[in-house]
């Protein structure tokens, strides 16, 4: 499947909406082994020229609040990437990133996911990855979402499916709110990297 997603041209060739404004290069990380799971937003400029997930500053952020440095980042039977969009989406008339592309979604993400029967744990990082994941849980915003990780952490699913951990996004535009948030880091973290560590 992944080389299908890689070789997929349906957003510029039978697009929702207007066709990507460049060319397709879906960017994911997965493996059939892995247990655990990061679900974000879409491939921003940076890693729509690298061609792997997080190779930004949010990157790095993310992977110090998971307490792994690159080597287990980058190592697809330990740790899948399943954005919700895989290709760089554009920007916005403000030069923000457009929200995911919703082919993807339809497309790939429930067959994708159902071949990841690993997957223990998914870290689910902004709105539509929670959307998706969290469906009717989601709570009315996304401080609301993470304020309730525990929530839904300590969900006993009896039907096997992975626990979910919503994040904000790890980018320096949410410095402002880790401030008003110091429950993040003393609370929410250590939870996190102690997981990261049994799984990966």
Same mark, same amino acid.
């Given at each position: 499947?992944?080389?299908?997603?890689?070789?997929?041209? &349906?957003?510029?060739?039978?697009?929702?909406?207007?066709?990507? @404004?460049?060319?397709?290069? @879906?960017?994911?990380?997965?493996?059939?082994?892995?247990?655990?799971?990061?679900?974000?937003?879409?491939?921003?400029?940076?890693? !729509?020229?690298?061609?792997?997930?997080?190779?930004?500053?949010?990157?790095?952020?993310?992977?110090?609040?998971?307490?792994?440095?690159?080597?287990?980042?980058?190592?697809?039977?330990?740790?899948?990437?399943?954005?919700?969009?895989?290709?760089?989406?554009?920007?916005?008339?403000?030069?923000?990133?457009?929200?995911?592309?919703? &082919?993807?979604?339809?497309?790939? !993400?429930?067959?994708?996911?159902? &071949?990841?029967?690993?997957?223990?744990?998914?870290?689910?990082?902004?709105?539509?990855?929670?959307?998706?994941?969290?469906?009717?849980?989601?709570?009315?915003?996304?401080?609301?979402?993470?304020?309730?990780?525990? &929530?839904?952490?300590?969900?006993?699913?009896?039907?096997?499916?992975?626990?979910?951990?919503?994040?904000?996004?790890?980018?320096?535009?949410?410095?402002?709110?880790?401030?008003?948030?110091?429950?993040?880091?003393?609370?929410?973290?250590?939870?996190?990297?102690?997981?990261?560590?049994?799984?990966?």
């Amino acid at each position: 499947m992944v080389s299908r997603i890689h070789a997929c041209r &349906e957003c510029s060739e039978n697009p929702v909406g207007k066709a990507l @404004p460049h060319d397709p290069r @879906p960017v994911l990380q997965v493996s059939s082994k892995a247990r655990l799971c990061i679900s974000g937003q879409a491939p921003g400029t940076r890693v !729509h020229k690298s061609g792997r997930p997080f190779t930004d500053p949010s990157g790095d952020r993310l992977r110090n609040w998971m307490g792994i440095g690159e080597e287990v980042f980058y190592d697809a039977e330990r740790l899948a990437i399943v954005p919700m969009g895989f290709c760089f989406p554009g920007l916005d008339d403000k030069g923000g990133d457009l929200p995911p592309r919703k &082919e993807c979604r339809t497309l790939w !993400h429930d067959a994708l996911f159902a &071949e990841m029967p690993k997957i223990e744990m998914i870290l689910v990082i902004g709105q539509y990855a929670q959307a998706y994941h969290l469906g009717g849980m989601r709570k009315k915003s996304l401080t609301e979402t993470v304020g309730s990780w525990k &929530e839904y952490f300590n969900v006993a699913d009896s039907g096997g499916k992975p626990r979910v951990l919503p994040l904000p996004h790890p980018s320096w535009r949410n410095n402002a709110w880790l401030r008003k948030n110091p429950w993040f880091e003393a609370d929410l973290l250590p939870v996190l990297r102690s997981e990261v560590a049994r799984l990966v």
